[in-house]
């Protein structure tokens, strides 16, 4: 069984969601994202996103464009974006950790070549923004020979017509975008996400993430129980921001306060109510 | 789009050239697609429907040449330029003027066929990407004559270089909304305007100014902008008596090259020759030639040559000429680089600014930057190519808003 099917099915066991916080790689430099990266499942995470920064995030708010931004300044590339997961493996073989980000840089990187180091460093699955079924053959066959989950973005604008077809080329979860927008601008209602979780549940089987918009412990305690689990990405990367000082440089502050933040998400996840559906 | 049956992708000679893209979009199998997020898919597919039906609706096409004659003012004219060509003692040299054209460039035929369509879509909100300012004119302009809300995302940097274009907006009626992401140029105010888009897709349509983006965009702007090389056509023929021999054209994203390179794409007596804007040099690291100096890789909804960095990061173009600071160009451009189909080369700032003088003081017209660098191209291989050679350059815009930018370079204060 894959990392993110153990993980999904254990806290399933245990009637909760999962918590999902994202980094951006080299925010505000390799060695304190890996230092997140690392404390990160104590903290409470219970599957990690790691953001592989891109010059040209065009569904991303300005909370994750300046992040990528910090971290291209701080020299990320693809290569050492996985070096980072290689040394994490070596402490931990169970958070499943996902890559999210742009096509541009993996394809540069070569397709087979990029899935390849990336199961070899540890990486479970890969979101590419940009990459629709419609195109996604160029990735698929390397994906699935290297055990690499691809997953799959289902918007409010998915038709149900267009659903069976995105879930039939997803794999490991589902990852509702809970907004028509981009990343870190507004929140779905939870009158929204209970119309709209049952909705891909009909078609699917995998475990469904909400993301988008889940910014507070009380929207992430609500969308991991309506779903089965809930991404936080901008809350935690504009805090990340507030503590670097006024070069952009890590201070004593960087890695406390975005590690709190996660624990009150942990806490308010792991004390939701049972599983809403 | 002067025959709608001959421009669909169901094609029936196989050996054209004319009927890519297929129908994912991508144009000889490798560039174009449709690269966006989930979220605008369905958009993008809902779009591609009604484009269809439209193409096919011979109302619409009768609407489209009722706005285009009597608003646009097409035909624009071709004009033989004779200073110009006993000057350089070669080719004999025409200039399609879509100069002439309302609003002062080709943009306008794409935008007039987009907002006809945007109307039939039900769409009350129209937002749009603009480098010098042509395409966001051009857009507050037919928003202002169907009274549709009109929002233009402008890079801070050509908001700056282009002050004349940003008042005529505001004048307009659009709201222009300077984008300050990266260099504050084109390829981040097209950023800005999937991200308004994706925000608001109820009331929202997406107008893009080049044959560039997702599919069906550049098939879509490629078919509005195929007037230009239809008309030119038909104009060398009443004029001369055959094909030109020659065509050249400036290319940012490319959508005035590839609107008058489509109708002769199966003449292949007809050399067609893209101008891209070298900047400082091809090889000075400050250009904006994406096929002569980029390699394929995927942006803005297509793949299609890029200039980026040995990890896929997209690199800053350079320009003179804000339309053409695009670090990208039209998948279909892309395409007819790799099968060898049309040539691209490079022209630098300061050959354009040489360009953009003589052009006018020899023709008494004022090019925009953009179209200098094609009147520059041809300039230079005019006097190595013999007398009865046809050589048509495509005018695309009128210099007017270059007047601070130009008069900067030279030294003056106006």
Partial sequence: MSRIAARFKALAAQGRGALIPYLEAYDPDWDTSLELLRKMPAAGADLIEIGMPFSDPSADGPVIQAAARRGLKAGATLAGVLDMVTDFRQQDNETPIIL?????????????????????????????????????????????????????????????????????????????????????????????????????????????????????????????????????????????????????????????????????????????????? | MADPKEHGTSAVHSNSLRHQPDERGHFGGRHGGRFVAETLMPLILELDEAYKVAKADPAFRKELDYYLKDYVGRPSPLWFAQRMTEELGGAKIFLKREELNHTGSHKLNNVMGQILLARRMGRTRIVAETGAGQHGVATATVCALFGLKCVIYMGATDVERQKPNVFRMRLLGAEVVPVTSGAGTLKDAMNEAMRDWVANIADTY?????????????????????????????????????????????????????????????????????????????????????????????????????????????????????????????????????????????????????????????????????????????????????????????????????????????????
């Fill in chain 2, 206 to 414: 997406m107008l893009i100014g080049t044959v560039a983006g997702p599919h069906p965009y550049p098939a879509m702007v490629r078919d509005f902008q195929s007037v230009i090389g239809t008309e030119t056509k038909a104009q060398m023929k009443a004029a001369e008596g055959r094909l030109p021999d020659v065509v050249v054209a400036a290319i940012g994203g490319g959508s005035n090259a590839m609107g008058i390179f489509y109708p002769f794409l199966d003449d292949k007596s007809v050399r067609l020759i893209g101008v891209e804007a070298a900047g400082h040099g091809l090889d000075s690291g400050k250009t904006a030639a994406s096929i002569e100096r980029g390699r394929p890789g995927v942006l803005h909804g297509n793949r299609t040559y890029l200039l980026q960095n040995a990890d896929g990061q997209i690199e800053e173009a350079h320009s003179i000429s804000a339309g053409l600071d695009y670090p990208g160009v039209g998948p279909e451009h892309s395409w007819l680089h790799d099968i060898g189909r049309a040539e691209y080369v490079g022209i630098t700032d300061n050959e354009a600014l040489d360009a953009f003088q003589f052009c006018t003081r020899m023709e008494g017209i004022i090019p925009a930057l953009e179209s200098a660098h094609a009147v520059a191209y041809a300039a230079k291989i005019a006097p190595t190519l013999s007398k009865d050679t046809l050589l048509v350059v495509n005018l695309s815009g009128r210099g007017d808003k270059d007047i601070f930018t130009v008069a900067e370079h030279l030294g003056v204060k106006l």
């Fill in chain 1, 100 to 277: 999210m980000g742009y096509l541009n840089p993996v394809e540069s990187y070569g397709y087979e070549r990029f899935c390849r180091d990336a199961a070899s460093a540890g990486v479970d699955g890969l979101i590419l923004v940009d990459l629709p079924p419609e195109e996604a053959d160029v990735l698929a066959p390397f994906a699935k020979a290297n055990k690499l989950d691809i997953i799959r973005l289902v918007a409010p604008t998915t038709s149900d017509e267009r659903l069976p077809y995105v879930l039939s080329h997803a794999s490991g979860f589902v990852y509702y975008v809970s907004i028509t927008g981009i990343t870190g601008t507004r929140s779905a209602t939870t009158h929204d996400l209970e119309a709209a979780i049952p909705r891909l549940r009909k078609v699917t089987k995998l475990p469904i993430a909400i993301g988008f918009g889940v910014r507070t412990p009380q929207q992430a305690a609500n969308a991991s129980s309506i779903a089965d689990g809930a991404v936080v990405a901008s809350a935690l990367l504009s805090t990340l921001a507030e503590t670097l000082d006024d070069k952009g440089r890590a201070t004593a502050e960087t890695l406390p306060r975005v590690l709190a933040q996660i624990e009150d998400l942990a806490k308010a996840v792991r004390s939701a109510d049972g599983k809403a559906v």
